[in-house]
């Protein structure tokens, strides 16, 4: 084993030297490159024909300019990404982020964990993830508008139902996808739902899809209570974020019989220890586009804490569904301390390593990202398979089938954690089912 590992640990300090300055690129890597020892003990085919580099090197990368105007007619410069990571399972897949915070660390971040969350879903799409540095906060429709666009304008000749199939993330949902697909169709002069996922119902969509993530997340944590003889019946939760996860993990969690008490926004937390109204945050989130804050306008009894953490409040089941690593050592240590049993992600890598190691020792039930929350993905996937059969799905089936898909994702991490010997832990489970099934195929496929 220790030869093995140190050829893991030479392959990432060659991820370090060349993609310089990328921390949250490296941290992905890391975290699956950790877990890979006792696989390729098992695959020398695999270090053989050097799969692990392979993966670590995305297959295209593309950087452009995105020039617009906005409504004051002052010309604005933004930088547009598209990270096709790995094509072995499918066409590349995977959202698009627009977020000041954005670039190419973050993309490559997200489209590495995409590769294997995607592989975990059981359905044939490959990783990919793009996005830019345009911040959609304050800007009004007809700028967001010109923005999509423009952004459409080059990523277009790198998109195709059988190449590379965007999505939505932070910053990105059914309003911009709309202006997307829209210049994408322009441009092209095809009507091609299959080119872009997220789309709304009436021109291509699927249903379930905007719930889906959240969904997804809530169902695989009640996937690992079971699995520990318990469920989310009377269980006090807390969600960080108020965006599409946040809102459709409260959904499910509540029609679960579970109580969630707080949610928050980059401004502040709110708590509301009656339950969290989530028609109101609907309300406030998605048709008016406000702050959380304005929840307490209407819920007196509802406390609002400005750059409060929601880590300190406590609950038994907690599922940050922001951003990344949004729960460091230290609020995995407070969660745990306050009886905290299970942890979710519906966010990509929300936890640091330092709080993944928390989670991990405390044995409690922690759901890493790229399983938890590959059910948006998954139900895309779905999506795509209707468009392809030109056919529309009922809510009540395309649930079923989002629900079927993560009881598998949760099956198959947790029995691959015990055939590695390392029960109960899904980050190891996760990594390794996602990893053995790309690198097969990648073995197939010949030196590519
Ligand atoms: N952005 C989502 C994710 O992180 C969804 C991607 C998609 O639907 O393609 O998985």
Not at 368 to 376: D, E, L, M, S, V
Request: charged letters at 25%.
């Amino acid at each position: 084993m220790a030869q093995v590992d140190a050829k893991i640990e030479t392959m990432y300090q060659e991820v370090l030297k060349r993609n310089p300055g990328e921390t949250e690129f490296h941290q992905a890597v890391l975290e699956v490159l950790e877990c890979l020892g006792p696989v390729v003990a098992k695959h020398p085919e695999y270090l053989e024909r050097r799969i692990i580099e392979r993966i670590c090197e995305p297959e295209r990368q593309i950087i452009f300019r995105v020039p617009w105007q906005d409504d004051k007619g002052k010309v604005n410069i933004n930088r547009g990404f598209r990270v096709e990571f790995s094509s072995a399972l499918g066409p590349y897949k995977g959202g698009l982020r627009f977020h000041p915070s954005v670039y190419l660390g973050i993309v490559k971040f997200l489209g590495f964990e995409q590769i294997f969350k995607n592989s975990l879903t059981g359905l044939p799409i490959g990783g990919g993830k793009g996005g830019s540095d345009f911040d959609p906060k304050g800007k009004s429709d007809d700028e967001v508008m010109r923005f999509c666009q423009s952004f459409m304008t080059e990523l277009y000749r790198h998109l195709g139902e059988h190449t590379d199939v965007p999505a939505g993330d932070i910053g990105v949902g059914g309003r911009e996808i709309g202006y997307m697909f829209g210049q994408y169709k322009r441009i092209t002069n095809r009507y091609e739902p299959g080119v872009l996922t997220g789309k709304g119902l009436t021109w291509g969509g699927s249903l379930v899809r905007t719930e889906a993530t959240g969904y997804g997340a809530t169902f695989f944590v009640n996937e690992m209570l079971k699995a520990r003889k318990d469920s989310f019946e009377g269980k006090t939760c807390t969600v960080s974020g108020s965006g599409n996860v946040a809102i459709y993990t409260i959904e499910k969690i509540h029609q679960l019989g579970g109580k969630c008490v707080a949610c928050s926004d980059s401004n502040g937390v709110i708590y509301d220890e009656k339950g969290l109204d989530l028609d109101l945050i609907k309300r406030l989130k998605e048709v008016e586009r406000r702050r959380i804050e304005d929840y307490i306008k209407t819920h007196k009894h509802a406390k609002y804490v400005a750059k409060g953490n929601i880590w300190e409040i406590p609950c038994q089941v907690a599922m940050p569904s922001a951003t990344q690593n949004e729960i460091n050592g230290k609020d995995a240590a407070t969660l745990v301390k306050n009886g905290c049993i299970a942890v979710g992600e519906g966010a990509n890598m929300p936890t640091t390593p330092e709080g993944v190691k928390v989670f991990l020792e405390a044995k409690i039930a922690y759901g890493p990202g790229k399983a938890a929350n590959a059910g948006g993905v998954a139900t895309s996937a779905l999506e795509m398979q209707q468009n392809a059969g030109r056919d529309s799905w009922t809510f009540e089936y395309t649930e079923r089938k989002l629900e079927d898909i993560m009881i598998n994702i949760h099956n198959n991490c947790f029995e691959t954690a015990e055939e590695y010997g390392a029960s109960g832990n899904y980050v190891l489970g996760a990594n390794i089912c996602g990893f053995i099934k790309v690198a097969n195929a990648m073995v197939a496929h010949g030196l590519i």
